[in-house]
């Protein structure tokens, strides 16, 4: 009997797993029909399909469940962050990201403690004054991180590096430091005795905070540069191109994992890792592994995404939850609109006053924030996503779902809030875009359909001279006729050492260590010599290599 028990469970899961794969084919499908029309991407395409299964499925299971799998933080953050967050530094054009370094932390770090205050001071006070029981200073708290975490993921979709590279670097940017920022927060929360909080525990919060930052990052930097030596000094590739694109891989979430491993800030160690990847590693490889891990990497990632979105579509109507809450909707209804607001107003205490402060410091009109690109960055951040989904299971869902109330209205309200914002301010930002900087090209290219960085990774093999159009520059042309995820044109290096140097001396000075020092160490453009029998694609060819 027991047999046959385990047997029938073991096929409802396998009959679950082949279900929900289809639906992500589903989702690639319809997606890629709507592909012209400019209000869909993938996200919302997702949650929608999300939302008609989980409809589908309550009625043919008399309303008793909606989904085909549970949700685990540990899936979450085990198997499906990891991707996304590592092709994200892997693809970021490293020009715009460091030069926006000072703004991106100011947001990432700075800003969200502030909307990290702001959320949980209010939600403290007015969540008291509603009578929301089950509820203590360690939920007010983690409410903050929660909702302070901003969605890089769908970030990612709705903005375009190569038609607003400032808007996304700082975006997007921002983004992953936020959701480390918000992470390390909540795992901080977590850790501490709140029963006894005073001004010695906040600076111990502070101090492990910035530890947390520090390491995390070094990890990152560290992992890399180690892919980049193994690569370049045993140059798999003279035998098998298979060993280096596994190699590039199985480091990349090494890195992760031992980032979870000694507790730190994962996030931020595979987003340097991708980062260090792209300047070194990627050039050490051969041209065919080259092509192969970019695919590799944003294949990975995006169907990590479509997963993420599918699920929170039919976790929306998960029929416990809403059973609890059932007695008080209209309650639960307010729960949600008073943390939007609460969302709103933390966001834009963290953009407007810090980019007031930013344009004091910078006399140059390019390295200045105006008030429309303000209003961009404030109205992008306020999409919530999976980080906070993730962390509000932690938190509300420990002991299942029949807790509190008050747990349980926090877990609807979070998800009732990543599917607003998801779904309406994912719409709404490309056009807000075409609004406040109106551009023919740009308005030409948003009509015809979205088109995101990963896409072009996926459908574009060559990137030649793609104009920039904030600055009405034009980005280098790279190597090979391939992708180049560090978007250095060799040929162009003095000319953009020249203007870097005016607008950032640390850049300049960086330049030359790396020039003298990195990279003939851990290899990189021109500095990756050939290999005698190297098993490349004769229709590529490789370029003539620096001395």
Known sequence: MITLLKLQTEYAGVVSINLFVTLLCACIVIGHLL????????????????????????????GTSSRLLMFSEDLFFIYLLPPIIFNAGFQVKKKHFFRNFVKIMLFGAVGTFLSFAIVSFGAATIFKKMNIVGLGLGDYLAIGTIFSATDSVCTLQVLNQDETPFLYSLVFGEGVVNDATSVVLFNAIQSFDLSHINSTTALQLLGNFLYLFLISTLLGVFAGLLSAYIIKKLYFGRHSTDREVAIMILMAYLSYM?????????????????????????????????????????????????????????DALDIERWKVVSTSPGQSIGVSAILLGLAGVGRAASV??????????????????????????????????????????????????????????????????????TVVFGLLTKPLIILLIPHRKLARNL?????????????????????????????????????????????????????????????????????????????????????????????????????
Request: charged share 20%.
């Open 258 to 314: 031992m980032a979870e491993l000694f507790e730190l800030s994962a996030i931020l160690t595979v987003f340097f890792c991708g980062i260090v990847m792209s300047h070194y590693t990627w050039h050490n490889v051969t041209d065919n592994s080259r092509i192969t891990t970019k695919h590799t990497f944003a294949t990975m990632s995006f169907i990590a995404e479509i997963f993420i979105f599918l699920y929170v579509g039919m």
């Open 352 to 421: 407007f006053p810090l980019s007031f402060l930013n344009n004091l410091t910078k006399k140059a009109p390019e390295d200045k924030i105006n008030i429309k690109q303000q209003v961009i960055i404030w109205w992008a951040g306020l999409i919530r996503g999976a980080v906070s989904v993730a962390l509000a299971y932690k938190q509300f869902a420990r002991e299942g779902y029949d807790q509190t109330q008050g747990t349980a209205i926090m877990i609807t309200s979070t998800i009732t809030v990543v599917l607003f914002t």
């Open 447 to 547: 009509s015809s359909g979205p088109t995101t960085p990963k896409d072009k990774n996926l459908t574009l093999p060559l990137l030649v001279n793609e104009p920039n159009l904030e600055s009405g520059q034009t980005e280098p042309e790279s190597q090979n006729g391939l992708i180049d995820p560090t978007e250095e044109g060799s040929s162009r290096r003095p000319r953009l050492d020249r203007q870097l140097s005016a607008t950032s001396t640390v850049h300049h000075y960086w330049r030359k260590y790396d020039d003298s020092f990195m990279r003939p160490m851990f290899g990189g453009r021109g500095f990756t010599q050939p290999v005698p029998g190297e098993p490349i694609d004769p229709s590529v060819r490789r370029p003539p290599q620096s001395p």
């Open 35 to 62: 592909e012209e029309n400019r209000w869909m991407n993938e996200s919302i395409t997702a949650i929608a399909i999300g939302l008609c299964t989980g409809f589908v499925i309550l009625l043919t299971t008399g």
